[in-house]
Protein backbone atom coordinates (compact mmCIF):
# COMPACT_ATOMS: atom_id res chain seq x y z
CA UNK A 1 0.00 0.00 0.00
CA UNK A 2 1.27 3.52 -0.68
CA UNK A 3 2.01 5.90 2.23
CA UNK A 4 -0.14 8.38 1.08
CA UNK A 5 -3.09 5.87 1.28
CA UNK A 6 -5.24 5.97 4.52
CA UNK A 7 -4.91 2.63 5.87
CA UNK A 8 -8.64 0.90 6.22
CA UNK A 9 -10.20 -1.72 8.68
CA UNK A 10 -11.28 -4.80 6.78
CA UNK A 11 -14.90 -5.09 7.73
CA UNK A 12 -15.82 -8.68 9.74
CA UNK A 13 -17.84 -10.10 6.86
CA UNK A 14 -14.70 -9.93 4.33
CA UNK A 15 -12.64 -11.86 7.39
CA UNK A 16 -14.57 -15.48 7.08
CA UNK A 17 -14.06 -16.66 3.58
CA UNK A 18 -16.63 -19.67 4.29
CA UNK A 19 -19.24 -17.41 5.40
CA UNK A 20 -18.77 -14.80 2.82
CA UNK A 21 -18.86 -17.90 0.37
CA UNK A 22 -22.14 -19.27 1.54
CA UNK A 23 -23.69 -15.51 1.16
CA UNK A 24 -22.56 -15.35 -2.08
CA UNK A 25 -23.81 -18.91 -3.04
CA UNK A 26 -27.63 -16.73 -1.85
CA UNK A 27 -27.24 -13.15 -2.65
CA UNK A 28 -24.71 -12.76 -6.11
CA UNK A 29 -26.32 -11.87 -9.20
CA UNK A 30 -26.66 -13.83 -12.06
CA UNK A 31 -23.75 -11.86 -13.47
CA UNK A 32 -21.52 -14.05 -14.31
CA UNK A 33 -22.27 -14.46 -18.02
CA UNK A 34 -22.16 -10.98 -19.09
CA UNK A 35 -18.66 -10.55 -17.85
CA UNK A 36 -17.93 -13.89 -19.67
CA UNK A 37 -19.32 -12.05 -22.78
CA UNK A 38 -16.80 -8.99 -22.61
CA UNK A 39 -14.31 -10.85 -21.90
CA UNK A 40 -14.64 -13.42 -25.35
CA UNK A 41 -15.30 -9.58 -27.11
CA UNK A 42 -12.13 -7.95 -25.95
CA UNK A 43 -9.74 -10.67 -24.79
CA UNK A 44 -7.34 -10.27 -21.93
CA UNK A 45 -5.56 -9.50 -20.12
CA UNK A 46 -8.25 -9.33 -17.76
CA UNK A 47 -7.95 -7.78 -14.17
CA UNK A 48 -10.80 -7.84 -11.69
CA UNK A 49 -10.93 -5.28 -8.68
CA UNK A 50 -12.20 -6.26 -5.72
CA UNK A 51 -11.82 -10.32 -6.41
CA UNK A 52 -12.98 -11.58 -2.86
CA UNK A 53 -13.27 -15.44 -3.28
CA UNK A 54 -12.55 -15.38 -7.13
CA UNK A 55 -16.39 -16.11 -7.84
CA UNK A 56 -16.03 -14.46 -11.45
CA UNK A 57 -11.58 -14.24 -11.72
CA UNK A 58 -11.40 -17.85 -11.24
CA UNK A 59 -14.10 -18.48 -14.40
CA UNK A 60 -12.27 -15.83 -16.36
CA UNK A 61 -9.29 -17.47 -15.83
CA UNK A 62 -10.68 -20.92 -17.11
CA UNK A 63 -11.54 -19.76 -19.66
CA UNK A 64 -7.75 -19.41 -20.64
CA UNK A 65 -7.29 -15.71 -20.51
CA UNK A 66 -4.59 -14.11 -18.46
CA UNK A 67 -6.34 -12.99 -15.18
CA UNK A 68 -5.55 -11.02 -12.24
CA UNK A 69 -7.55 -10.74 -9.07
CA UNK A 70 -6.49 -7.89 -6.08
CA UNK A 71 -8.24 -7.91 -2.99
CA UNK A 72 -7.29 -6.29 0.29
CA UNK A 73 -8.88 -9.45 2.51
CA UNK A 74 -6.37 -11.66 3.14
CA UNK A 75 -8.81 -14.41 4.21
CA UNK A 76 -10.72 -13.95 0.85
CA UNK A 77 -7.88 -14.30 -1.51
CA UNK A 78 -6.63 -16.91 0.57
CA UNK A 79 -9.57 -19.06 0.19
CA UNK A 80 -9.45 -17.97 -3.36
CA UNK A 81 -5.97 -19.44 -3.89
CA UNK A 82 -7.19 -22.74 -2.42
CA UNK A 83 -9.77 -22.91 -4.63
CA UNK A 84 -8.16 -21.91 -7.83
CA UNK A 85 -5.43 -24.78 -6.83
CA UNK A 86 -7.97 -27.30 -6.32
CA UNK A 87 -9.43 -26.93 -9.91
CA UNK A 88 -6.13 -26.22 -11.72
CA UNK A 89 -6.71 -22.71 -12.63
CA UNK A 90 -4.44 -20.21 -13.53
CA UNK A 91 -4.70 -16.98 -12.31
CA UNK A 92 -2.47 -14.48 -10.12
CA UNK A 93 -3.90 -12.78 -6.81
CA UNK A 94 -2.30 -9.90 -5.36
CA UNK A 95 -3.40 -8.62 -1.82
CA UNK A 96 -3.35 -4.76 -2.89
CA UNK A 97 -5.39 -1.90 -2.13
CA UNK A 98 -7.89 -0.90 -5.12
CA UNK A 99 -7.10 2.97 -4.33
CA UNK A 100 -3.23 2.69 -5.26
CA UNK A 101 -2.05 -0.43 -6.85
CA UNK A 102 0.38 -0.92 -9.44
CA UNK A 103 0.51 -3.78 -11.97
CA UNK A 104 3.61 -1.98 -14.17
CA UNK A 105 1.44 -3.77 -17.36
CA UNK A 106 -1.47 -2.61 -18.94
CA UNK A 107 -4.59 -4.52 -19.19
CA UNK A 108 -7.25 -4.97 -21.75
CA UNK A 109 -10.28 -5.08 -19.70
CA UNK A 110 -10.75 -3.97 -15.96
CA UNK A 111 -13.49 -5.13 -14.11
CA UNK A 112 -15.17 -3.59 -10.38
CA UNK A 113 -18.56 -5.73 -10.26
CA UNK A 114 -21.32 -6.40 -7.74
CA UNK A 115 -21.18 -3.31 -5.51
CA UNK A 116 -17.51 -3.40 -4.57
CA UNK A 117 -16.97 0.23 -6.14
CA UNK A 118 -19.59 1.25 -2.92
CA UNK A 119 -16.60 0.90 -0.64
CA UNK A 120 -14.47 3.85 -1.76
CA UNK A 121 -16.59 6.39 0.81
CA UNK A 122 -15.23 9.62 0.10
CA UNK A 123 -14.10 11.58 -2.90
CA UNK A 124 -10.05 11.10 -2.64
CA UNK A 125 -10.61 6.91 -2.32
CA UNK A 126 -13.00 7.34 -5.47
CA UNK A 127 -10.23 9.49 -7.29
CA UNK A 128 -7.60 7.65 -6.16
CA UNK A 129 -9.18 4.13 -7.45
CA UNK A 130 -10.42 5.68 -10.92
CA UNK A 131 -6.76 7.19 -11.07
CA UNK A 132 -5.05 3.49 -10.40
CA UNK A 133 -7.47 2.33 -13.07
CA UNK A 134 -6.64 4.56 -15.58
CA UNK A 135 -2.83 4.08 -15.51
CA UNK A 136 -3.68 0.16 -16.29
CA UNK A 137 -5.79 1.31 -19.18
CA UNK A 138 -4.51 2.27 -22.90
CA UNK A 139 -7.22 3.55 -26.16
CA UNK A 140 -7.89 -0.18 -26.58
CA UNK A 141 -9.13 -1.12 -23.02
CA UNK A 142 -12.32 -1.06 -21.41
CA UNK A 143 -13.12 -0.44 -17.59
CA UNK A 144 -16.75 -1.78 -16.06
CA UNK A 145 -18.47 -0.29 -12.51
CA UNK A 146 -21.31 -2.04 -11.39
CA UNK A 147 -23.22 -0.82 -8.52
CA UNK A 148 -26.72 -0.73 -7.50
CA UNK A 149 -29.13 2.72 -8.22
CA UNK A 150 -30.06 4.17 -5.15
CA UNK A 151 -33.41 3.86 -3.64
CA UNK A 152 -34.10 6.43 -1.85
CA UNK A 153 -37.32 5.73 -0.28
CA UNK A 154 -35.23 2.89 1.06
CA UNK A 155 -32.25 4.70 2.58
CA UNK A 156 -35.24 7.03 4.24
CA UNK A 157 -36.36 4.70 6.78
CA UNK A 158 -36.57 4.21 10.46
CA UNK A 159 -32.81 3.19 11.51
CA UNK A 160 -33.92 0.86 13.99
CA UNK A 161 -36.10 -1.24 11.64
CA UNK A 162 -34.78 -4.82 10.84
CA UNK A 163 -35.52 -6.04 7.31
CA UNK A 164 -35.76 -10.04 7.20
CA UNK A 165 -32.90 -11.00 4.34
CA UNK A 166 -32.47 -14.52 4.23
CA UNK A 167 -33.49 -17.55 6.44
CA UNK A 168 -31.40 -20.72 5.01
CA UNK A 169 -29.39 -23.76 6.66
CA UNK A 170 -25.99 -23.21 6.68
CA UNK A 171 -24.43 -26.39 5.73
CA UNK A 172 -21.28 -26.00 7.38
CA UNK A 173 -22.76 -25.42 10.99
CA UNK A 174 -25.34 -27.55 10.66
CA UNK A 175 -28.11 -25.13 11.77
CA UNK A 176 -30.77 -22.76 10.88
CA UNK A 177 -29.62 -18.87 10.58
CA UNK A 178 -32.02 -15.92 10.16
CA UNK A 179 -30.31 -13.32 8.64
CA UNK A 180 -31.70 -9.32 8.98
CA UNK A 181 -30.97 -5.96 8.35
CA UNK A 182 -30.92 -2.46 9.33
CA UNK A 183 -29.53 0.58 7.41
CA UNK A 184 -28.42 4.04 9.01
CA UNK A 185 -27.98 6.47 6.13
CA UNK A 186 -25.80 9.34 6.71
CA UNK A 187 -27.31 11.67 4.00
CA UNK A 188 -24.41 14.24 4.37
CA UNK A 189 -21.99 11.64 3.46
CA UNK A 190 -23.87 9.78 1.31
CA UNK A 191 -22.87 6.45 3.09
CA UNK A 192 -25.30 4.04 4.14
CA UNK A 193 -24.09 2.18 7.32
CA UNK A 194 -25.73 -1.61 6.87
CA UNK A 195 -25.95 -4.07 10.04
CA UNK A 196 -26.57 -7.89 9.65
CA UNK A 197 -27.75 -9.39 12.40
CA UNK A 198 -27.78 -13.12 12.41
CA UNK A 199 -30.00 -15.53 14.97
CA UNK A 200 -28.16 -18.96 14.48
CA UNK A 201 -29.77 -21.83 15.73
CA UNK A 202 -32.43 -19.80 17.72
CA UNK A 203 -29.57 -17.86 19.51
CA UNK A 204 -29.90 -14.30 18.63
CA UNK A 205 -27.29 -11.85 17.42
CA UNK A 206 -25.02 -15.02 17.24
CA UNK A 207 -23.09 -13.17 14.92
CA UNK A 208 -23.28 -9.59 13.79
CA UNK A 209 -21.44 -7.67 10.94
CA UNK A 210 -21.43 -4.15 10.09
CA UNK A 211 -20.49 -1.60 7.24
CA UNK A 212 -20.30 1.19 5.56
CA UNK A 213 -21.16 1.54 1.57
CA UNK A 214 -20.99 4.64 -0.06
CA UNK A 215 -24.28 5.53 -2.70
CA UNK A 216 -23.37 6.68 -6.16
CA UNK A 217 -26.66 8.51 -7.76
CA UNK A 218 -26.93 7.94 -11.64
CA UNK A 219 -25.74 11.45 -12.79
CA UNK A 220 -22.96 11.80 -9.90
CA UNK A 221 -22.12 8.40 -10.74
CA UNK A 222 -21.65 9.62 -14.35
CA UNK A 223 -19.70 12.79 -13.42
CA UNK A 224 -17.41 11.66 -11.16
CA UNK A 225 -16.04 9.14 -14.27
CA UNK A 226 -15.86 11.94 -16.94
CA UNK A 227 -14.28 14.22 -14.61
CA UNK A 228 -11.65 11.24 -13.79
CA UNK A 229 -10.81 10.36 -16.90
CA UNK A 230 -13.20 7.85 -18.32
CA UNK A 231 -16.26 8.21 -21.95
CA UNK A 232 -19.27 5.82 -20.65
CA UNK A 233 -20.12 3.78 -23.94
CA UNK A 234 -23.17 1.78 -22.40
CA UNK A 235 -24.55 2.27 -19.49
CA UNK A 236 -27.03 -0.80 -18.66
CA UNK A 237 -29.55 -1.69 -15.84
CA UNK A 238 -29.30 -5.07 -15.74
CA UNK A 239 -26.68 -8.28 -17.16
CA UNK A 240 -29.04 -9.08 -20.30
CA UNK A 241 -27.99 -5.29 -21.53
CA UNK A 242 -31.41 -2.87 -21.11
CA UNK A 243 -30.59 -0.02 -21.34
CA UNK A 244 -30.67 2.23 -17.61
CA UNK A 245 -33.78 3.83 -16.76
CA UNK A 246 -34.56 5.48 -13.75
CA UNK A 247 -36.35 2.09 -11.72
CA UNK A 248 -33.38 -0.06 -12.77
CA UNK A 249 -31.95 -1.62 -10.41
CA UNK A 250 -28.26 -1.70 -11.51
CA UNK A 251 -26.20 1.08 -13.00
CA UNK A 252 -23.41 -1.09 -15.01
CA UNK A 253 -21.00 1.08 -16.69
CA UNK A 254 -18.92 -0.29 -19.71
CA UNK A 255 -16.14 2.78 -20.16
CA UNK A 256 -13.26 3.85 -22.53
CA UNK A 257 -10.52 6.36 -21.85
CA UNK A 258 -11.61 9.69 -22.76
CA UNK A 259 -9.51 11.68 -25.14
CA UNK A 260 -8.20 14.53 -22.87
CA UNK A 261 -7.00 11.15 -20.33
Known amino acids: ?13 YQDAEHYDVLAEMTAPADLPFYLDQVEQLGGPVLELACGTGRICLPVAATGVTTTGIDNA ?7 KTKAETAGIDVTLVEADCRGFDLDRPVKLVLFPYNAAN ?7 ICD ?31 DEETLILDYHD ?18 AQVNRITWSYQIGGTPEARVDVFDMRMFFPQELDALLAFNGFTIEQK ?26
Open 236 to 261: YGDYVGRPFRSRSAKQLCVCRLSHRS
Open 74 to 80: PALLAHA
Open 171 to 188: HHRGQRVVMTERNAYDAA
Open 1 to 13: MSPDLRPVTVPSI
Open 129 to 159: CLAAVRRHMDRSSRFILDTFNPDPQRLGGDP
Open 119 to 125: HLLDLDS
